[in-house]
Nanobody
Framework: VQLQASGGGLVQAGSSLRLSCAAS????????MAWFRQAPGKEREFVAG????????LYADSVKGRFTVSKDKVKKMVYVQMNTLKPEDTAAYYC?????????????????WGQGTQVTVSS
């Protein structure tokens, strides 16, 4: 199983970025997917999740209305469109996969993790 995250970068506050996560080695339709982030000195936190069917999404309050999670079942990709970025969004962002269950805010529910992609938002 491999999850490959990409799309991070250094941007100014108010800008947008789209992160991508490519999944391989799994039956993609069996997995709910999520994005988490971790800033230096802080615990990893849930950002957004999408049910394996793609019809349900879940967001952290801090990103609701600014971030949109989506998936492409054919390409086995998960995305998070991040708009109106703020300095407090600065973190390493990770994608994660959870088999069978609904998308969850708890990182312990996810068995597979990708490497992080760094997002830095300057003020």
């Amino acid at each position: 199983v491999q999850l490959q995250a990409s799309g991070g970068g250094l941007v100014q506050a108010g800008s947008s970025l789209r992160l991508s996560c490519a999944a391989s080695g799994i039956t993609f339709s069996d997995y709910s997917m999520a994005w988490f982030r971790q800033a230096p000195g802080k615990e990893r936190e849930f950002v957004a999740g999408i049910h394996r069917s793609g019809d349900r999404t879940l967001y952290a309050d801090s990103v609701k209305g600014r971030f949109t999670v989506s998936k492409d079942k054919v390409k086995k990709m998960v995305y998070v469109q991040m708009n109106t970025l703020k300095p407090e969004d600065t973190a390493a962002y990770y994608c994660a996969a959870r088999r069978i269950g609904l998308a969850s805010r708890s990182d312990s529910d996810y068995a597979y993790w990708g490497q992080g992609t760094q997002v830095t938002v300057s003020s």
